[in-house]
């Protein structure tokens, strides 16, 4: 039989103390229940390992020669409640993560500023990623999760939604388009389209659209990055068609997002993580975060 931790606690107090009270008072346990600790203890291991007399326990040669062991378990089990502690109450940590471009510029900063503040102590780590990069980086841990829209899920990958959005035409508040009560594809896709590359899932949920509206449009400018292209509508280039959540977060004072119409078009911002894994407490703090400044989406 192996010997439980109280035992062992038992043991090295009264070893230290030399009496069965003051080990007593430490545990905070009757001297009797001290006494039957340290006779489970002996019968455990088939060794005395003290010598009894009217006043004091010595401990025994065995007794001595196991004491440093004994000391050195307690500490580590010390150690280790004490880790648990600080991770759950999350005054440590690791926040490992990955975001596309566009999240981990317009939401991602204002967020990691409050959690910051909130949990100085966790190294926090951020991975401004590629979309087709965010599932292989999950998987292999390096990251504990990725935020992201992702056109498809592979094996072992979990989605949770963190935010749903509709896709809008984002124009100079100074313009024809901004005037409008209603924005429909039809009414934005009239001036220059400035858009993300092909490879982007937003791109592709727009050809979609187009596709299914029966309309065909070239791109005046296609980019890789979604503030080069609130820049160029800036610029007055045209009118890009972004998903209307990141603009609120970007410096871009002069332009607004309107929703586009006829039909509506929705993308999900997921949280990537791998299937059966549990986040530590620094993701969960940090997406209980996002969830209280950003909001759930409206069916979650």
């Known amino acids: 039989m192996t010997p439980t931790i109280k035992q062992l606690r038992a043991f090295a107090l009264v070893c230290r103390f030399g009496v069965l009270t003051r080990a007593a008072d430490e545990m905070f346990i009757t001297q009797p229940a001290v006494s039957v600790l340290i006779r489970q203890m002996e ?4 060794l005395r390992l003290f010598d009894r007399t009217s006043r004091s326990m010595r401990p025994t040669a ?34 490992r993560f990955a975001a596309t471009p566009s999240i ?12 910051r503040a909130l949990y100085p102590n966790i190294e926090v780590s951020l991975d401004d ?36 959005d509709n896709l809008c035409a984002i124009c100079r508040k100074d313009s024809a388009l901004a005037k409008k009560r209603r924005v ?13 590359k092909s490879t982007s899932g937003i791109r592709k949920l727009i050809d979609e659209t187009l596709f299914t509206l029966g309309t065909r ?4 400018y296609e980019v890789s990055y979604m503030t080069t292209g609130l820049s ?22 002069d332009l607004v997002a309107r929703r586009l119409e006829a039909p ?9 993580r791998r299937a059966e894994h549990s986040l530590s407490p620094a993701a969960e703090s940090f997406i209980e975060l996002w969830y209280k400044r950003i909001g759930k989406p409206a069916d979650l």
């Open 43 to 46: 019968e455990a291991l088939g």
């Open 62 to 95: 065995a007794a001595h020669e196991i004491l440093p062991t004994v000391e050195r378990m307690l500490r580590d089990l010390e150690s280790i409640q004490s880790s648990v502690k600080e991770l759950a109450g999350r005054e440590r940590g690791q926040l």
């Open 104 to 115: 981990a510029a317009a939401i991602v900063p204002k967020l990691l500023a409050e959690y």
């Open 129 to 164: 990623a590629a979309p087709d990069r965010l599932t292989a980086s999950t998987l292999t841990g390096d990251v504990e999760f990725g935020i992201g829209t992702i056109s498809d899920r592979p094996e072992g990958i979990t989605l949770q939604c963190l935010a749903r």
């Open 184 to 196: 429909s594809w039809k009414d934005a896709l009239q001036y220059p389209w400035i858009g993300i």
């Open 217 to 220: 449009k070239a791109v005046e």
């Open 232 to 253: 160029m509508v800036q610029a007055g280039l045209g009118v890009a068609i972004f998903p209307g959540i990141l603009l609120g977060s970007f410096p871009h004072r």
């Open 264 to 272: 509506l078009v929705t993308r999900d911002v997921n949280l990537i």
